[in-house]
């Protein structure tokens, strides 16, 4: 019988060019790289450090947590319209006894801060109320990136696809 040691060769060239390819690998989450780590930067100049990393997703405590701030939020804005309501009807209070000082010949209310007195054709003093505030501007995207590898895990907060905070266990 005629043993062919063609596929013996074909098999141990694959397992040499596999090994090659292995021993180029190393590894990247080092206390050094995650020490090049800081506030300010990209997710781009991350994954340069770390290599490819995983976007964690909203599981249980995130969501809860998002939850939890979203009835926060409408609580305040309850409060927020409750305190425009008040302060309408306080201005509205105000108009009145002014109005009802200027008929029995009194004297105007004092400006409040943030009016301005404009004089009208009767020579009344009107108010004129400050400008609104801006609207709010929008709310950051916030995202969480993972590194893993042999019992370490490197995790870093992003805020606008920049870096707020890092974490890192086993290293």
Not at 7 to 31: D, H, R, V, Y
Not at 61 to 80: E, V, W, Y
Not at 135 to 144: G, H, S, Y
Not at 153 to 167: G, H, Q
Request: aromatic share 4%; hydrophobic share 35%; with cysteine.
């Amino acid at each position: 019988m005629k043993f062919h040691t063609r596929p013996i060769w074909i098999i141990a060239l694959g397992l040499a060019i596999a090994s090659l390819g292995l021993g180029g690998c190393e590894n990247k989450l080092t206390k050094d790289n995650y020490d090049k780590i800081q506030v300010g930067m990209s997710l781009d100049e991350v994954t340069a450090i770390l290599g490819p990393g995983e976007k964690m997703v909203d599981g249980g405590a995130s969501k809860l947590a998002k939850d939890m701030l979203g009835d926060i939020t409408m609580a305040q804005q309850r409060q927020n319209q409750n305190q425009i309501k008040q302060g309408l009807g306080d201005l509205v209070k105000n108009r009145e006894e002014q109005t009802q000082r200027e008929a029995q010949g009194g004297g105007a209310l004092p400006k409040p801060a943030g009016a301005s007195p404009q004089q009208s054709s009767s020579g009344a003093v009107a108010k004129v109320p400050a400008a609104p505030p801006p609207p709010p501007q929008r709310a950051p995207v916030r995202d969480r990136w993972i590194w893993k590898g042999d019992h370490v895990e490197i995790t870093v907060d992003f805020s606008d696809d920049r870096v707020t905070t890092k974490n890192q266990d086993g290293l």
